[in-house]
């Protein structure tokens, strides 16, 4: 985080989204999820059976996607 705060994501390629530093991850309805560490690895291939927790079933489920992006940031709203 080069003494910055917030939180930082990196794109893992064929992997997860790795997410670092002072962040808060909710459900759907607001309830906040403990992630238990200031690191977590997050589900971008659908197959982890602890989402939205990466549980490494990627590697098994053969995902492949870059380390970067694909096509232009999505737009809001
Ligand atoms: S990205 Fe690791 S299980 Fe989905």
């Known amino acids: 985080m080069d003494g910055e705060s917030g939180a930082a994501i990196r794109v893992y390629e064929d992997g997860p989204l790795i997410v670092r530093g002072d962040f808060e991850i ?20 659908g197959k982890s059976a602890i989402k939205p927790f990466c549980d490494g079933r990627h590697t098994v489920a053969g995902f492949r996607a870059p380390g970067g992006k694909i096509r232009g940031p999505a737009s809001a709203g």
Not at 27 to 41: F, H, K, M
Request: hydrophobic share 20%; with cysteine; charged share 20%.
């Open 26 to 45: 909710q459900t759907q309805d607001g309830t906040t999820i403990d992630p238990g560490r200031s690191t977590v690895a997050l589900c971008r291939c």
